[in-house]
């Protein structure tokens, strides 16, 4: 079991920038791949990036690719969303979410995912 808390989220103007954190604990974080996903306001959840658990893969959504950069530190216990170069698109609730490395799942679909933290808001004006 892990729980998640994300952190980091608040109102930036278009072109600016935010890191979110995702911060585990209750089990080895290095047992779990990470994903982020986001939704807007009446709108579904959606895949934002992925990241395996050693770091040596990470997938992004096209919609932000080139702009936000996915890490973590499983010495931290703690994964992060550098968002840079912001769009009013990107406003939305920001949500990590985790499952067992050993577990087999498609990364974009939130379905496949175990755990999700509180999430964060994000939002930006233009």
């Known amino acids: 079991q892990v729980q998640l808390a994300e952190s980091g989220g608040g109102l930036v103007q278009a072109g600016g920038s935010l890191r979110l954190s995702c911060a585990a604990s209750g089990s080895a974080f290095n047992l779990y791949n990470i994903g982020w996903f986001r939704q807007a306001s009446g709108k579904e959840r959606e895949f934002v990036t992925a990241?395996?658990?050693?770091?040596?893969?990470?997938a992004y959504a096209d919609s932000v690719k080139g702009r936000f950069t996915a890490s973590r530190d499983n010495a931290k216990n703690t994964a992060y969303l550098q968002m840079n170069t912001m769009k009013p698109d990107d406003t939305a609730t920001y949500y990590c979410?985790?499952?067992?490395?050993?577990?087999?799942?498609?990364?974009?679909?939130?379905?496949?995912?175990?755990?999700w933290g509180q999430g964060t808001q994000v939002t930006v004006s233009s």
């Open positions: 979410a985790a499952h067992l490395r050993t577990h087999y799942i498609n990364y974009t679909r939130p379905e496949d995912y175990n755990y």
């Open positions: 990241i395996h658990w050693n770091s040596d893969r990470i």
